[in-house]
């Protein structure tokens, strides 16, 4: 014989049931609320009054920085701030876009696509210096305040390594074969050594720049190299692999493997601070930090849909900057 429920115990039991759902809701919520990759950082805008992309950033001193971008084929510009970095006012200089920027005393250079540089110096502004070429630069690192390298390719070949000074249009250092593989990006290791990374490519020269050899590394299309010393150094790939270097670059180890080429993070841009930060930019708005040179990293999420082209530290704020003019410092 069956015994019915009566109907006081049904409405406790589904009471109580109700109370279960609501109490697992709410932990679950609390549990993804909290994922790391879903934490969202704090920030505030920097505004950018013409069309284009954030590429690069550098400071001469406290006060006085540039930021580069554009529009690839339309347009260029670069913006100047006076007031370490709070606001920027932006000058349209270039028929084309504006990759990079390096620093050096208080001398800049910009460039990008076509072969357009830019100096800026204490005697003179913005001044087109005109080198002969049709390279499409994708990064650059000053030697000296007259002597620059030059990084470049497109659709992932044409790379191109051109050294410049003050008196040439710029040579080619690394023989110029169509399916050289674009290069991404360069930077300076100590007086004479420098690494400059791209697609599935690591290069190494210890003679500021005259000849290049090929060091052994599998890997991802490389987006960016970082030196914090003149022996440890980190770069990260298109496809969410870093690198990490303990031996000037001669050998690399890997801190974080690849993904697909659907979950990929396209990590873009690397900085570090002045207590020992990593901080890298990546897709959407993705941000990594470590604390720990490398082994382990806390994700962090910047309310955009913007990848992240350019991360740099400056006086107690990382800058991130990206796609559509997203131009962000967020404080330490």
Known sequence: MVVPLSLHFLRSFQLKRNNFITLSFFLSFLFFACSPDELQQEYSLINVDLPGHIHSLGFINDSIGYVTGGDTWHSGFIGTTINGGATFTYDSLSPKMMMCLDVESNNAIA???????????????????????KDFIRDIEMIDDSTFLAVGGLAYRFGRIVKFTDATSGR??????????????????????????????????????????VVNQDGDFFK?????????????????LILKSMDSGLTWSSLRTSGDADSADRLRALTSTSTGQIWIGGKSGLLLMSDNGGDSWVARKLNTESDINMVHYHRGFIYAGGQDGFFVRIPL
């Open 224 to 240: 960016d190299v970082l030196f914090i010393d003149e022996e440890v150094g980190f770069v990260i790939g298109y496809d969410g």
């Open 111 to 133: 460039a990008g696509f076509e072969g357009l540089v830019y100096r800026n110096s204490e005697i003179e502004n913005w001044r087109k210096q005109n080198i002969d070429r």
């Open 172 to 213: 080619s250092v690394w023989t110029e074969i169509e399916d050289n593989p674009e290069l991404s990006a360069i930077d300076q290791v100590d007086d004479n050594t420098f690494i400059a990374v791209g697609y599935g490519t690591i290069l190494r020269s210890i003679d500021s720049g005259e000849s290049w050899t």
